[in-house]
């Protein structure tokens, strides 16, 4: 696990905001989709956590499998109550029947960034996606599970996304390799 995430996690203030960082950390997907999950799409009737997550980004439907530990981080973590005529994991507080705000996500995000990075970190709200990602390909994520997550449909595009080269992660995958 990268030990940037780690940090931003402890800044930050809720479980709900916990869930929404795990989601986004171990699944890739943007903070746009996460806001808009419903209940059904993330844990069984019973309340526990299913073993996919259910995304819909632009009328199409993606599962993603969940890595061990996030339905750990799912029942450790519990959300607030279920807010009434209100099926979104994560509920607005203003607006029945709606889901949270970007602008929301963005500040609770931002506020631990800031907390972060008076601990010597540069990273922003805007390139934690980007973090997630890396994170994923690096510890094994195939690129073309990559470009699924991202909707893109090129090597390069996504590679270029990560910021990477392409020789660049075969070393850090090599190294990573060899290590265990």
Same mark, same amino acid.
């Given at each position: 696990?990268?030990?940037?995430?780690?940090?931003?996690?402890?800044?930050?203030?809720?479980?709900?905001?916990?869930?929404?960082?795990?989601?986004?950390?171990?699944?890739?997907?943007?903070?746009?989709?996460?806001?808009?999950?419903?209940?059904?799409?993330?844990?069984?009737?019973?309340?526990?956590?299913?073993?996919?997550?259910?995304?819909?980004?632009?009328?199409?439907?993606?599962?993603?499998?969940?890595?061990?530990?996030?339905?750990?981080?799912?029942?450790?973590?519990?959300?607030?109550?279920?807010?009434?005529?209100?099926?979104?994991?994560?509920?607005?507080?203003?607006?029945?029947?709606?889901?949270?705000?970007?602008?929301?996500?963005?500040?609770?995000?931002?506020?631990?960034?800031?907390?972060?990075?008076?601990?010597?970190?540069?990273?922003?709200?805007? &390139?934690?996606?980007?973090?997630?990602?890396?994170?994923? %390909? /690096? @510890?094994?994520?195939?690129?073309?599970? #990559?470009?699924? +997550? *991202? &909707?893109?449909?090129?090597?390069?595009?996504?590679?270029? %996304? /990560? @910021?990477?080269?392409?020789?660049?992660? #075969?070393?850090? +995958? *090599?190294?990573?390799?060899?290590?265990?």
């Amino acid at each position: 696990m990268d030990r940037n995430l780690d940090i931003i996690w402890e800044h930050l203030s809720s479980n709900e905001q916990r869930v929404f960082f795990a989601i986004a950390r171990y699944t890739g997907q943007p903070f746009s989709v996460i806001r808009s999950l419903k209940i059904s799409d993330v844990y069984n009737p019973d309340g526990k956590p299913l073993r996919q997550i259910r995304f819909t980004r632009d009328s199409n439907i993606i599962l993603v499998d969940l890595p061990e530990i996030l339905p750990e981080i799912l029942r450790s973590h519990p959300l607030r109550r279920h807010v009434p005529n209100n099926d979104f994991v994560f509920p607005s507080n203003m607006k029945d029947g709606k889901p949270i705000t970007g602008t929301c996500v963005l500040k609770w995000f931002n506020v631990a960034c800031k907390k972060a990075n008076e601990n010597g970190l540069n990273i922003s709200a805007k &390139n934690l996606r980007k973090s997630f990602l890396k994170e994923l %390909y /690096l @510890s094994g994520m195939s690129l073309e599970k #990559i470009k699924i +997550l *991202t &909707n893109m449909t090129s090597d390069s595009s996504a590679l270029k %996304y /990560l @910021s990477q080269k392409k020789a660049k992660l #075969i070393d850090a +995958l *090599t190294d990573a390799i060899a290590s265990k």
